[in-house]
């Protein structure tokens, strides 16, 4: 490797360096977090007042990170048919929305609890600087399930009580 | 072993294609079209782009003039006697180059070659000068006045004199970035030994209204010292009528090579200070060590270039800036210009995007070689403190971005920049639930957030 180094110069082959544009700190992205950022899926919303509609709103623009996760459920099967996503934040944050969007669907609303932030941030390969951004996509689809069980709570409440007025 | 390698490498250099190993002369830092990945795409930390990014961020720092270049490269091949050589024809000339680019230097500034000290750069010089003056009148001045907005260099050579005992006083700025005359005033007691305010920041660009600032060390009888480093060769400076009695200045930001730079130390009346390089007591004792010649020549030539080009640069830069600004306004809403309008350097726009995150802007950009003020872009969640001390809502603070404009900035690229970055905060400004939010009329500020 060493050897073919020094050929290369003594040829002169070596490409000039290319210089590296100003951000921050230097970091890598891994390129997972850039396709879902150039390619994101499930961008969008549902209808916040549709009963079959979880929505999760976590975060503060004040930390810079802001994630709506949004869960469409069906109401017999209580599987997780569709989910959207918005986020106001770094590449990291949108990747991880994106993930979490991606890893919902299709599943029981029991099982996306059990997606942690560690699963995702191995996915994206997040550097500790950007753990957070994980934490909060598990925070959003937690939120989202919850929201959906507090509107289901809801809706049978205010049909008990019409059933229990009728009777 | 060793003529097999070279023996492969020379043959997998004839079966590439060429084209690929060399690249464009460097200040060709137009975007090429991205329709062809195949050969001229450059991959780095991730990301792939086609071509070189366009460069706009020359508050970080400026390509060498070839002008610059010439006159450096040719002294660094005859010229390379130590300038501190007496005895010898190599010295001699070494020494007169120096004195030359001295002359070129304290001309821009209008000082005298006498008072003009060459350093490693402005960081090297705001050192000097902080530490220094404080240092060498540590009896009877036990205070300094800074701003909040002043380079990192200078706010951490304060906190430094802290921990030695001395006291600080880090003046607010009032919304559009400019100290307010009344506070420095009554911020200033007996004890006061340096008030250190930079005339043109390099975050925001607004330039300080430095001849009151002047005027008013003056009546008190303080001493002024300035980071000039974004300022010299843009603005007309006289440090007669700014009443400066220290101001730093970089090569680097004028065009020149990075490694040099100069501290002006007035005469009269004089100003003392301890040098923090000890030694031979070269450059009058306050920084000893062999003159760097070549950069030294470097910025005398750069200076002197911006003296002479100082005023076509101006409208140049003011054009393409207006071409800047309304281009994105045109095609957005919601873009904010950090800092005052009316007292700014032409070269720097800092604008804040709402909605959009800075960090992710910048990911989308990858074709525009821009800054952030955003906390992600630091190593903590914390927004810029320039930001921060202009009183910008945090949401707003998250979402700066820095465009650097030069002397070699073309239009085409001013329009390229326009294009791609309306078309990365509209597609963030979709994905964005804040801009959601607004459409629907909900106030954002009224919401109560789930902090982390």
Redesign the interface.
């Known amino acids: 490797m060493m050897l073919r180094q020094v050929a290369k110069k003594a040829l002169g082959l070596t490409a000039r360096q290319s210089t590296p544009w100003s951000v921050g700190i230097s970091r890598s992205y891994h390129e997972n977090v850039i396709d879902h950022y150039d390619n994101p899926r499930n961008v969008g919303s549902f209808d916040k007042n549709d009963p079959t509609v979880g929505t999760g709103l976590v975060g503060a623009p004040a930390c810079g990170d802001v994630m709506k996760l949004q869960i469409k459920v069906d109401e017999k099967t209580g599987q997780i048919v569709d989910a959207r996503f918005k986020t106001f934040g770094c590449g990291s944050a949108i990747a991880s929305s994106s993930v979490a969007t991606e890893w919902v669907k299709g599943k029981a609303m029991e099982d996306v609890l059990t997606i942690k932030n560690t699963e995702i941030a191995k996915h994206l390969s997040l550097p500790p600087v950007k753990l957070h951004c994980s934490m909060l996509a598990e925070d959003a689809i937690k939120a989202a399930v919850k929201d959906y069980k507090d509107k289901r709570v809801k809706t049978n409440g205010a049909a008990a009580a019409g059933e229990t007025t009728q009777a | 072993?060793?003529s097999k390698?070279?023996s492969?490498?020379?043959r997998r250099?004839l079966s590439k294609p060429h084209g690929v190993?060399?690249?464009r002369h460097h200040l060709s830092t137009a975007a090429a079209a991205a329709t062809d990945y195949e050969d001229e795409s450059?991959m780095?930390?991730?990301?792939r782009i086609s071509g070189?990014?366009l460069?706009l961020?020359m508050q970080?720092t400026t390509p060498i003039d070839p002008r610059v270049f010439d006159a450096m490269n040719d002294s660094g091949i005859n010229e390379y006697g130590n300038p501190h050589s007496r005895t010898h024809l190599y010295g001699w000339e070494a020494e007169n180059a120096v004195e030359v680019a001295r002359i070129q230097v304290a001309k821009l500034i209008g000082a005298s070659p006498k008072e003009i000290i060459f350093m490693s750069g402005a960081t090297e010089a705001n050192n000097t000068a902080v530490k220094g003056v404080m240092h060498f009148y540590k009896d009877t001045k036990k205070h300094v006045i800074t701003t909040q907005t002043e380079h990192k260099c200078v706010l951490d050579s304060c906190r430094h004199l802290q921990q030695e005992g001395f006291e600080v006083t880090y003046l607010p700025v009032k919304t559009d970035g400019l100290v307010d005359l009344e506070m420095l005033r009554e911020a200033i007691r007996p004890d006061t030994g340096l008030v250190s305010i930079m005339a043109v920041n390099n975050e925001i660009g607004v330039v300080q209204p430095m001849e009151e600032i002047g005027q008013i060390c003056k009546e008190h009888n303080v001493p002024f010292h300035t980071d000039a480093a974004q300022a010299i060769g843009k603005i007309p400076v006289d440090v007669k009528k700014w009443n400066i009695g220290l101001m730093s200045m970089s090569a680097h930001k004028i065009y020149g090579p990075k490694g040099v730079g100069a501290l002006f130390v007035r005469r009269r009346p004089r100003i003392r200070l301890e040098p923090l390089m000890n030694g031979g007591g070269q450059e009058r004792g306050l920084r000893s060590g062999t003159a760097a010649t070549q950069q030294i020549l470097g910025f005398g030539a750069a200076c002197d270039l911006a003296m002479k080009e100082m005023e076509y640069d101006e409208k140049w830069i003011k054009g393409l800036q207006e071409r800047l600004l309304n281009g994105i306004r045109e095609k957005l809403d919601g873009v904010v210009v950090n800092g005052s309008m009316e007292s700014r350097y032409s070269g720097n726009l800092n604008l804040s995007f709402a909605?959009?995150?800075?960090?992710?802007l910048?990911?989308?950009l990858k074709e525009v070689?821009v800054?952030?003020g955003?906390?992600?872009?630091?190593?903590s969640?914390e927004?810029s403190y320039v930001l921060r001390a202009l009183g910008v809502d945090?949401?707003m603070a998250?979402t700066s971005i820095r465009f650097g404009i030069g002397r070699f900035t073309t239009k085409e690229e001013i329009d390229k920049a326009v294009e791609l970055t309306v078309k990365q905060v509209v597609k963030l400004r979709?994905?964005?639930?804040?801009y959601?939010m607004v459409k629907e009329g909900i106030d954002?500020k009224n919401i109560q957030?789930?902090?982390?």
Do not use: N
Request: aromatic share 8%; net charge negative; charged share 20%.
């Open positions: 072993m060793a390698v070279i492969s490498t020379i250099t190993v060399f690249r450059i780095m930390k991730g990301v070189r990014p460069y961020d970080a909605y959009v995150e800075g960090e992710s910048l990911m989308g070689a800054s952030s955003s906390a992600c872009t630091s190593a969640l927004p945090e949401d998250h979709e994905m964005s639930p804040l959601e954002i957030w789930s902090q982390h």
